[in-house]
């Protein structure tokens, strides 16, 4: 399982001209990709990861550094499905696909990470698996971060 964390000033997801999810607060946008062999395990260390993951500023002293979690804040995390995270580009100059889980794999992990972090106490939206949708991002710093397992 593969992610890109983002650390957001605001963020949304429209499908068809509607906003289907955005974050109310500062946060994190979290772009979740599956592979193969990743398991129901692997979603929720990676979810607690993410949740525990110090880039977020101190509301308190702003400017500081980033030293203060999701979790110590309770910010709001937006998870989007992303198998192009798992794009292989070494031959040719299209990429090929074969590395990120199929639909009927990949969405049952993206929702395990999903209800990681819920367990775990987070406020989290999302976008919808499988549709073509539009993200918008406002990333502050910028700050981001890849993560795997």
Request: glycine share 8%; net charge negative; proline share 7%.
């Amino acid at each position: 399982m593969r992610v890109v964390v983002q650390r957001a000033a605001s963020a949304s997801v429209t499908v068809d001209d509607r906003v289907v999810s955005r974050l109310d607060a500062p946060g994190l946008l979290v772009l979740v990709g599956v592979t193969h062999d990743d398991t129901p395990e692997i979603a929720h260390r990676l979810a607690r990861k993410v949740w525990e993951l110090r880039i977020l500023d101190d509301p308190a002293d702003p400017g500081a550094g980033r030293e203060r979690s999701a979790s110590d804040l309770d910010a709001p995390i937006l998870v989007v499905s992303q198998f192009t995270l798992y794009a292989d580009t070494r031959k040719g100059r299209r990429p090929s696909w074969s590395a990120a889980a199929p639909g009927p794999v990949g969405e049952p992990l993206v929702e395990e990470f999903v209800s990681g972090l819920r367990g775990l106490g987070a406020q989290v939206r999302t976008g919808i698996f499988g549709a073509h949708m539009l993200v918008a991002l406002v990333n502050d710093g910028p700050v981001t971060i890849t993560m795997e397992l």
